[in-house]
């Protein structure tokens, strides 16, 4: 079966994908990408000794892709085999307390995001304003004022580049710049191009639980300054992300919990998406397997194939870890680290779409075990796949010291496998639901790629509705204009049933479906709160609240109409 791409995918294909003779036109197919991509990934094979199948990982690589079963992340896409070979999706960056180490981070951010990757940075480390500076006797202008230059220097690159330029930006809320932090983005016209996440240690938590205060500490001394009521703190927080989605909190210490290679260094931001914690100048490349693509249908029913699932979690644990080493790194720093955690994240698409087929509602409790039985089979395989790898090519290098370094335990690949990212982009071109995100709507205009509109109608509307025998013209026209199908005559309440979409699903179902993915889950869960216009701050806060109870390691909220350019979500997940 050849390639079969939507004219959705084609559109972002042509437009970000394809190798281009300048400004002319493309000189590539999708096939070609797909091709392009396959060759030079597998050349990886040649490393690890003379008898490596290397044309036969390259077929295998390519029949992934373009069965649209499994796609890398953008930059892989776009990137491998063509001249600038960075392959990775997001970086984490130190900025550290001093000018120097502060432009630095500025220089490889450009650096960085030239090269088509999208950067994470915690600001914590930096002297709250006002604070002494001793080197001139002058006072600092603290966090937020540094933050900009980042932010500028994003806005005069990103017209260069493949994509525009993503950042995310971290601040522990015991920082005594907390308050300024959180309340930056009440203009609009502040941080474009950041998304914003408040680091919630298990101190505030605590004090949150018990309604008291907690100290603010100064980085510079490690000593208190001053106090704050967590209450008050927190309600500040659930009330801006109420108004424009951000900031959105990361559980800091937990994420740290679950740090696999402590004895490198602490966790202290994300990528830009937030389901990619990092260690300073460690980055990360992603890929996702389409669930939609992992059904086979016994009779009328659609049952989900683990068999076919589980050779694609192999093909794609060895593609992702080939990448590694195939990526030409920004800098000597991300270089080593790189190769010295060996981290891949691979993850999902087209959950929504798995369990339309399997008739089972989104948010409901079996939609709940649906994904606990789907990830926890996907990280065991994961798992399996990387300690195969490490049989033929050896455990990651910073192996010894870390968390798997203990006895009768089998040595891995890679410090960590599993992330689900939200994959934007990633989704139009496989032509399924994002991520792990009930469908939008079954009938939407997509704004994306610089302001390009595309509409769509989900596509498995029309299968259910053959098999529910209530398919017309007329019923698929009432739909794409707006129609709601719960309220359409002769529809039956089981396929009504099935069709939800974003605002359908309880805040507090939304954090459920989360929390599900992320038990099973190395890195982190992207994964958007939706809510309606008319939600309230309280209904912020439940979700905030619950997400922690349940284990997550972050949460995002967005209530519908809240910033001007929305579209679907308002992040770009070109970087997934």
């Known amino acids: 079966m050849g390639l079969v791409l939507t004219p959705n995918a ?21 096939e070609e990408m797909f091709r392009r991509v396959a060759v030079n990934i597998a050349h990886a094979e040649s490393l690890y000794g003379q008898g490596a199948d290397i044309k036969g990982r390259e077929e295998e690589f390519f029949r992934a892709m ?11 896409l776009m990137n491998a085999g063509r001249r600038l070979q960075q392959l990775a999706a997001c970086f984490v960056l130190p900025v550290e307390d001093s000018i120097d180490s502060i432009f630095d981070s500025v220089k490889n951010t450009a650096v960085i995001h030239q090269s088509g990757g999208g950067t994470g940075f915690s600001f914590s480390r930096l002297r709250p304003a006002d604070d002494i500076v001793g080197s001139t006797g002058g006072l600092a202008s603290g966090p937020v004022s540094f933050m900009r230059v980042f932010n500028a220097a994003t806005e005069a690159i990103k017209q260069g580049g493949t994509r525009r330029g993503a950042n995310m930006g971290v601040l522990r809320v015991d920082h005594p710049d907390i308050v300024s932090f959180v309340t930056v983005k009440e203009d609009p016209a502040e941080f474009v191009n950041f998304n914003l996440s408040v680091a919630l240690t298990g101190e505030f ?55 696999p290679t402590p004895h490198i260094g602490r966790i202290e931001a ?80 087209g959950f929504a779409d798995m369990l339309v087929r399997l008739r089972i509602p989104y948010g409901s409790e079996r939609s709940l075990m649906a994904a606990e039985d789907v990830m926890r089979f996907l990280e065991e395989a994961a798992w399996e796949a990387s300690s195969g790898l490490a049989g033929e090519r050896g455990p990651f290098p910073n192996f010894k010291g870390s968390v798997f370094d203990s006895p009768g335990r089998k040595p891995v690949r890679n410090a960590t496998v599993t992330t689900v990212a939200p994959t934007g982009t ?3 071109i496989a032509g399924c639901s994002s991520g792990i995100e009930p469908h939008y709507s079954l009938s939407f205009t997509r704004r994306v790629l610089s302001g390009v509109e595309m509409s769509e109608l989900n596509p498995l509307l029309e299968e259910v509705a053959r098999e529910e025998g209530v398919y017309s013209v007329e019923l698929m026209d009432y739909v794409k204009t707006g129609g709601d199908l719960k309220k ?54 439940r979700a905030y609240l619950l997400a922690y109870e349940l284990g997550c390691k972050g949460v995002t909220v967005y209530r519908s109409g809240t910033r001007k350019e929305q579209v679907l979500t308002c992040k770009d997940t070109l970087y997934c």
């Open 205 to 259: 938590m605590r004090a949150l639980e018990q309604d008291r205060d907690y100290a603010l500490i100064n980085p510079r001394t490690g000593a208190a300054a001053g106090r704050k009521g967590a209450r008050e703190v927190f309600d500040l927080i659930v009330l801006c992300a109420w108004r424009n989605g951000e900031p959105g909190v990361l559980f800091i210490d937990r994420i740290n919990e679950k740090n």
């Open 488 to 541: 359409r005559p002769g529809v039956p309440d089981s396929m009504k049933k099935i069709f939800v979409t974003a605002f359908d699903v309880k805040p507090e179902d939304h954090v459920r479906v989360q929390a599900a993915f992320q038990k099973y889950t190395d890195n982190a869960v992207s994964k958007t709160i939706n809510l309606p216009e008319d939600s309230t701050p309280e209904d912020v806060k």
């Open 66 to 76: 373009t069965e649209l079963v499994f796609l890398p992340n953008s930059p892989t």
């Open 426 to 428: 990633l989704s139009i």
């Open 270 to 349: 994300t990528n830009p998406c937030g389901e990619q914690p990092l260690l300073a100048f460690e980055p990360c490349n992603l890929g996702s397997i389409n669930l939609g693509k992992m059904m086979a249908k016994d009779g009328k029913d659609w049952r989900i194939d683990y068999e076919k699932l589980k050779k694609t979690i192999k093909t794609a644990v060895r593609f992702l870890d080939d990448v590694i080493d195939m990526s030409r790194y920004p800098v000597p720093e991300i270089d080593r680290m790189a190769k010295g955690n060996r981290k891949i994240g691979l993850g999902v698409m």
């Open 10 to 30: 084609l559109t972002v294909l042509e437009r970000r994908y394809l190798k281009r003779d300048g400004p002319g036109g493309r000189v590539e197919t999708p």
